[in-house]
């Protein structure tokens, strides 16, 4: 379902595509380069179809507007991977929250309606480093 806005810029042929969106949001290349990769990971994770970010980005959307289940589903089950990497020491806490910032920063601005508080619950907890001097 589009709403009014997206049919009026379709209309007017100023469709911004989703990893256009996503990238505007961001305004450090670093960050933009970090989250586009994990982002990157989590498509190829779902197995989402395209041959580059940008095609596997509106491939994403187009199911998850038709389905919002089917990405919070598709998100729960790559951070479920993600805890278990986390369990058997892989990786730390603060990396899979870096990998829901990514997603989520897609999803929002992307329109797409997941529930993060249900995501982020179940999510461990991230070393906090504190300085002192």
Same mark, same amino acid.
């Given at each position: 379902? !589009? #709403? %009014? #806005?997206?049919?009026?810029?379709?209309?007017?042929?100023?469709?911004?595509?989703?990893? =256009?969106?996503?990238?505007?949001?961001?305004? =450090?290349?670093? #960050?933009?380069?970090?989250?586009?990769?994990?982002?990157?990971?989590?498509?190829?994770?779902?197995? %989402?179809?395209? %041959?580059? &970010?940008?095609?596997?980005?509106?491939?994403?959307?187009?199911?998850?507007?038709?389905?919002? @289940?089917?990405?919070?589903?598709?998100?729960?089950?790559?951070?479920?991977?993600? +805890?278990?990497?986390?369990? /058997?020491?892989? &990786? %730390?806490? @603060? #990396?899979? /929250?870096?990998?829901?910032?990514?997603?989520?920063?897609? !999803?929002?601005?992307?329109? &797409?309606?997941? =529930?993060?508080?249900?995501? !982020?619950?179940?999510?461990?907890?991230?070393? +906090?480093?504190?300085?002192?001097?």
């Amino acid at each position: 379902m !589009t #709403t %009014t #806005t997206e049919q009026e810029q379709q209309q007017e042929g100023e469709y911004l595509d989703p990893y =256009s969106i996503f990238k505007y949001a961001m305004n =450090s290349p670093v #960050t933009r380069d970090r989250y586009i990769t994990r982002l990157d990971r989590f498509f190829r994770f779902i197995g %989402t179809e395209g %041959t580059n &970010i940008e095609e596997r980005c509106r491939v994403f959307v187009q199911n998850a507007r038709k389905d919002n @289940s089917w990405a919070f589903r598709n998100i729960i089950n790559f951070l479920q991977v993600q +805890k278990e990497r986390v369990d /058997r020491k892989e &990786i %730390t806490g @603060s #990396t899979i /929250r870096n990998y829901v910032k990514a997603i989520k920063l897609f !999803t929002e601005m992307n329109d &797409i309606l997941i =529930s993060w508080k249900r995501i !982020t619950r179940g999510l461990p907890k991230g070393r +906090k480093w504190v300085f002192f001097i």
